[in-house]
T-cell receptor
């Protein structure tokens, strides 16, 4: 089954803990993206990666970190430095050019207790 | 600055009525614009892109560079059109391509 997957679907974290969200794709896409979705604010870009071993900060990167060691995988770590981490996180992948669409995963809902 | 504005949080219409979801953008270059849709319990997915000049599920969108708009239109709304709609701008950032999304408009089509 081809596509982009995220795990877990729901995640609970205590304050002060780091947590890592998984994103995997088997679409052979070079580019991968992490977004945060909050009610009334749309999607905001956290980090993006055009190729393996390269990634760029998006608009709201503070308190987050990523790695891109494999083409298929782009995990996102939400660190304790992120002031308001409770949100819905979406991962996407694409060919990375201006005309091409991005394909989205099902999302992970993170709640900080 | 690159920005996408969707002025309506909620658009509520009756089945069979025309629909127009507004989108305005701010971009210094030549924009690539998209509409994405998220149906209930489904993934966010591409609805249409301006470069394709296509009609998907009866929806069309025309890029108006003079008004910097990319409004989404459908002449006769159906109940299954109820969803969250996001307008997005593809922008170049130092050679890297990324999407800038509007805040979204929820379309509710009533029977």
């Amino acid at each position: 089954d081809g596509g982009i997957t995220q795990s877990p679907k729901y995640l609970f974290r205590k304050e002060g803990q780091n947590v890592t969200l998984s994103c995997e794709q088997n679409l052979n896409h070079d580019a991968m993206y992490w977004y945060r979705q909050d009610p009334g604010q749309g999607l905001r870009l956290i980090y993006y990666s055009q190729i393996v071993n390269d990634f760029q900060k998006g608009d709201i990167a503070e308190g987050y970190s990523v790695s891109r060691e494999k083409k298929e995988s782009f995990p996102l770590t939400v660190t304790s430095a992120q002031k308001n981490p409770t949100a819905f996180y979406l991962c996407a992948s694409g060919l990375g050019t201006a005309y091409n669409e991005q394909f989205f995963g099902p999302g992970t809902r993170l709640t900080v207790l | 600055a690159q920005r996408v504005t969707q002025p309506e949080k909620l658009l509520s219409v009756f089945k069979g009525a025309p629909v127009e979801l507004k989108c305005n953008y701010s971009y210094s270059g030549s924009p690539e614009l998209f509409w994405y849709v998220q149906y209930s319990r489904q993934r966010l997915q591409l609805l249409l892109r301006h470069i394709s000049r296509e009609s998907i599920k009866g929806f069309t969108a025309d890029l108006n560079k003079g008004e910097t708009s990319f409004h989404l239109k459908k002449p006769f709304a159906q109940e299954e059109d109820s969803a969250m709609y996001y307008c997005a701008l593809s922008g170049d950032s130092g050679g890297y391509n990324k999407l800038i999304f509007g805040a979204g408009t929820r379309l509710a089509v009533h029977p």
